[in-house]
């Protein structure tokens, strides 16, 4: 599998993975024409997008699907929750209601419940041929019973969205900062090199740093804060990448 994150942060966020034969999307928050761009530099015909699928509705995560369903009449999987969500504003012809597990083509896909201030929100690990990509962001904490099914994956795009100092010390109003600090909110950097720390094993090749606050947060301190963690851990990992919001990461191969 590969896997490149096309946008991430409050602006939008779009991720692309494919298999040898499944080309899919997490979110489609960006502009329809900015993703088909990014997907064009990629090689990728959007055409050929088998499905998208959906974390939950906030517009970061939602905005330019209505108009790259008119293009392309792609499938979107996403849970009846989030399906009567956006249903009135999108109306998606073709869409699969997903539960825990499904299959798309030759990719085995694993949602789970995260924790966030929308009706439903969800996190995904997706497989293949012994290979396995981890897609968590927005979420305030990660329960521990998903903890043995996000343990020791290849990749991880995993969110690492403030520092608590700058948020604190920042412009928001407080009750935005009481938000995105609580348990339906975002993890900070401390809070993902926690996890990261703890899930990162012998077979993790590579971890984006996703969803970062243009506000409260630097790529400097996300990424200090997790190789101080690990370093604390007693881990040696260093494939560290950082996703941006108007810039793609590179294609990774797991």
Known sequence: MRACVLSSGSGGNCTYIESLSTKLLID?????????????????????????????????????????????HTKLYLSSTILHDIYDEIKPEYYEIIDQNVTLNDINITMFKISHDTDDANGFVFENNGRSIVYVTDTGYINNRNHKLLTNRNLYIFESNHDV??????????????????????????????????????????????????????????????????????????????????????????
């Open 28 to 72: 489609l928050g960006t502009s329809s024409l900015y993703a088909e761009k990014k997907l064009q530099e990629l090689g990728i015909d959007p055409n050929y997008i088998d499905g998208i699928f959906i974390t939950h509705s906030h517009v970061d995560h939602i905005k330019g699907i209505k108009v790259f369903l008119k293009k392309y």
């Open 165 to 254: 100092e700058m948020l604190m010390n920042g412009h928001y109003p407080y009750h935005i900062k009481q938000r995105i600090l609580g348990d339906k909110g975002h993890l900070s950097n401390k809070d993902s090199a926690y996890y990261l720390s703890k899930f990162i094993g012998n077979e993790t090749k590579c971890v984006i740093l996703a969803h970062l606050s243009k506000d409260n947060n630097t790529k400097e301190l996300a990424l200090e804060t997790l190789r101080e963690s690990l370093k604390n851990s007693q881990k040696e990992f260093d494939n560290i990448l950082i996703a941006e919001q108007d810039k793609r990461t590179e294609l990774i191969e797991v």
